[in-house]
């Protein structure tokens, strides 16, 4: 029994302890939303705009590599791994929102029960004021994660419109620009080319 009681209290007192960062992991993370917000609204007028910043990053850096090309043949690997690279970037710009998605829930979950057990306690010692402090500080938790946490969601669903958009249109750009400079030919062309062989 003694031993059952030393492990309850050990949990008790890491639950404590971890209430300290938990608060300040959702301080934090209602910060990195509003900057976040910040960048997303920006990236907004600039697509109004007509800029695709991921676009541009990745034309500029196909006019590179074929103003530098020295061998016809690899090119057109080249070019297809800088595609591959490019839409890599895009997918990875979606993992932070993704990550805030996740953990603002986690969080305000944690911030609620710790404060609960808390509370609790000083309910059973008799202390009201304590107690109604702790379940005040729950409850904001909660609201301040799932605010976060939501917030996080609805900029992602947007987020992520614009990275299959931006993929779609490398991928076009790639193509365009690789028959443009003559590394690669026409569909049309192809068949042509293929019954001269046969």
């Not at 997918?91 to 953990?103: G, M, P, Q, T, Y």
């Not at 992520?160 to 249109?169: G, Q, T």
């Amino acid at each position: 029994m003694n031993i059952l009681a030393g492990l309850e209290t050990y949990l008790y007192v890491v639950s404590s302890v971890m209430f300290f960062p938990v608060v300040t992991g959702l301080v934090l993370l209602t910060f990195w939303v509003v900057i976040y917000f910040g960048g997303f609204l920006r990236e907004f007028i600039e697509r109004r705009q007509g800029r695709f910043p991921a676009v541009e990053r990745h034309k500029d850096a196909i006019e590179r590599e074929l103003c530098s090309a020295n061998e016809m043949r690899s090119m057109d690997i080249t070019v297809e791994r800088l595609l591959q690279m490019a839409e890599l970037d895009v997918i990875k710009s979606l993992d932070k929102i993704r990550f805030a998605i996740r953990v603002g829930p986690a969080l305000g979950l944690m911030g609620t029960l710790i404060p609960m057990g808390i509370a609790l306690s000083a309910l059973a010692q008799g202390d009201m004021p304590k107690m109604a402090g702790s379940m005040v500080t729950a409850f904001t938790t909660v609201v301040v994660g799932l605010a976060c946490s939501v917030a996080a969601y609805i900029m992602s669903l947007v987020k992520e419109k614009w990275v299959r958009a931006d993929m779609r249109e490398m991928e076009y750009l790639t193509e365009l620009m690789l028959r443009k400079a003559g590394y690669r030919q026409s569909p049309a062309q192809e068949e042509v080319n293929e019954d001269e062989v046969s």
